[in-house]
């Protein structure tokens, strides 16, 4: 079906909104059976790559140029490093350490959720280890005391750790309590339900399946529409001076 030149999708100066009738899909070096949607890169201003990685069955991934975080969509793959085998379901989400020798394997079709990012190491800092989780067994965390929007943190924190991920779950009705401007970046992936995302100076529906991605300083506001929560993974650097070696 034409859509006559229209689509939700915009970029603009401090933001994408990428839905998904405007994916475009590439192959990438060492990926064997896996197409990439790149959905931010340094490409359009983004200091990370997120990407959803879409296997064959077979397929696998290619090595990491910098630190990886995977989130399983649908369903499962087999992760290796350091003689041990790992196996990641739906919801469930592994982070391996820049340099970590690793490789990444799906049986079956599956399709996961890849961000990137180079590890800014701090003077006598440990290194980060090797995690592997599932979304469903993070306790959730009342944003600002709201319990209608649940914050689950995915990463650890603490100072060895640059970037938190998050999945961020907002009951009909809830929403952002401010419009938040701030010096973090932002990758965004909206996984169940819709609603409403302020981005800029433009006001968009928006609906699981959409990309969005925040330059520092973006304005951004959410509030979840419909009669089902509103669900969506968010990544964004973290505990890191603004002067570091990323940020010239
Ligand atoms: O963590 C955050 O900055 C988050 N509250 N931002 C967002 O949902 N747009
Ligand atoms: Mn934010």
Redesign the pocket.
């Known amino acids: 079906m034409h859509h006559l030149g229209s689509t939700r999708s915009s970029l603009k100066a401090d933001h994408l909104l990428q839905t998904p009738d405007t994916f475009v899909r590439s192959p990438l070096p060492g990926a064997d059976d896996v197409e990439f949607i790149i959905h931010a890169s340094p490409q359009m201003g983004a200091r990370f790559t997120q990407m959803t990685a879409e296997f064959s069955p077979g397929g696998v991934l290619g090595p990491a140029p910098a630190q990886r975080f995977l989130y399983v969509l649908d369903g499962k793959i087999e992760i290796r490093s350091a003689g041990k085998r790992y196996v990641v379901k739906q919801d469930g989400y592994a982070y391996l350490p820049q340099g970590a020798a690793h490789s990444v394997r799906a049986p079956g079709i599956a399709r996961v959720a890849v961000i990137e990012k180079p590890y800014q190491p701090l003077d006598g800092g440990s290194a980060p280890e090797l995690v592997v989780g599932d979304e469903g067994e993070i306790a959730p965390v009342a944003?600002m005391g709201d319990r209608a929007l649940r914050?689950r943190a995915l990463m650890p924190d603490g100072p060895t750790w640059d970037f938190?991920v998050?999945t961020?779950t907002y009951d009909p009705g809830a929403a952002?309590s401010m419009v938040?401007i701030?010096a973090?970046e932002?990758g965004?992936l909206m996984l169940e339900g819709g609603g409403i995302y302020r981005l800029g100076e433009s006001w968009y529906p928006v609906q699981a399946g959409d990309f969005i991605w925040?330059r520092a300083y973006c304005p951004?506001?959410?509030g979840a529409l419909g009669k089902k929560p509103a669900k969506?993974l968010?990544y964004?650097d973290w505990r890191r001076h603004p002067l570091g070696a990323q940020n010239p």
């Open positions: 944003l914050v938190a998050n961020m952002l938040e701030h973090m932002h965004l925040m951004q506001w959410f969506y968010i964004k």
